[in-house]
C-alpha cells in the first residue's frame, strides 16, 4: 500500500514561494503519475497539475500556468511542488495524490499540506 | 474548459436511507474519465467510483455509479451514519482535470 506523506504547515508572505514536498513509500515510485490539488477554505477541490515518471510536469492554466514548478528525486522518492508569487488567493490546503498511468483516478492521496498567504 | 455542476448542493437524509447524488458536464464525458469521491472533514479526498460505475478497492457495495455522457449519478443505497460528507466527481477532458463544487450529504 503506498503512503503518500505530505511536509507540514506553511505560512508565506505575498510575493514569497512556497515548497511542498509529497513522499512516498513503496518501490513503484517510478512508475506512477502524482498530481497535485488544493482546496481553499470551505470551498471545493481544484486541479494544479501533473508530473510524470520522466520529471516532465504539466500544469492547469487556469490560476497556475508560469507560477508552478513540480520536480522529482527519485533518490529520495519524494515528489515536490512550488508555486510562486503568492497571493492571499493561494491559502489552501495542497494534496499530493497518486494515478496509475491512464487510469484517471486518484487512488491515494497524501494528508495535505497547509498554506498560508498573509502580509 | 469541461464545467461539472453537481446537485443538490447539500441532501438531507438519515440514516437507512437512499441518496442519490447527480454530476451533469457541460460537454460530454467519456465514462472512462469520470470518477467520484468522498471527503470528510479534515481529511484527505478518498477514491469512491472510477470509470462512472467500478467501485474502487474497499468501497463497500451500497455505493454505485451510473451514467454517460452529460449525465452521471452517484448512489448509496442504504446510508450508514460515515456515509454523511462531501462528495465530489471528476473528470479529465482537454488535458486537465476538473472538480464538480461538491455535494453535502448532512444527517436530517
Known amino acids: 500500500q503506498v503512503q503518500l506523506e505530505q511536509s507540514g504547515t506553511e505560512v508565506k508572505k505575498p510575493g514569497a514561494s512556497v515548497k511542498v514536498s509529497c513522499k512516498a513509500s513503496?518501490?513503484?515510485?517510478?512508475?506512477?503519475?502524482i498530481h497535485w490539488v488544493r482546496q481553499a477554505p470551505g470551498q471545493g477541490l481544484e486541479w494544479m497539475g501533473i508530473?510524470?515518471?520522466?520529471?516532465?510536469?504539466?500544469s492547469n492554466p487556469q490560476n497556475f500556468q508560469g507560477r508552478v514548478t513540480m520536480t522529482r528525486d527519485t533518490s529520495t522518492t519524494t515528489v515536490y511542488m512550488e508555486l510562486s508569487s503568492l497571493r492571499s488567493e493561494d491559502t489552501a490546503v495542497y494534496y499530493c495524490a497518486r494515478e496509475w498511468p491512464n487510469t484517471f483516478k486518484f487512488d491515494s492521496w497524501g494528508q495535505g499540506t497547509p498554506v498560508t498567504v498573509s502580509s | 474548459e469541461i464545467v461539472l455542476t453537481q446537485s443538490p448542493g447539500t441532501l438531507s437524509l438519515s440514516p437507512g436511507e437512499r441518496a442519490t447524488l447527480s454530476c451533469r458536464a457541460s460537454?460530454?464525458?467519456?465514462?472512462?474519465?469520470l470518477a467520484w469521491y468522498q471527503q470528510k472533514p479534515g481529511q484527505a479526498p478518498r477514491l469512491l467510483i472510477y470509470g462512472a460505475s467500478s467501485r474502487a478497492t474497499g468501497i463497500p457495495d451500497r455505493f454505485s455509479g451510473s451514467g454517460s455522457g452529460t449525465d452521471f449519478t452517484l448512489s448509496i443505497s442504504r446510508l450508514e451514519p460515515e456515509d454523511f460528507a462531501v462528495y465530489y466527481c471528476q473528470q479529465f477532458g482537454s488535458s486537465r482535470y476538473t472538480f464538480g463544487q461538491g455535494t453535502k450529504l448532512e444527517i436530517k
Open positions: 513503496g518501490n513503484t515510485f517510478t512508475s506512477y503519475y
Open positions: 508530473i510524470y515518471p520522466t520529471g516532465v510536469f504539466t
Open positions: 460537454q460530454r464525458v467519456s465514462s472512462t474519465f
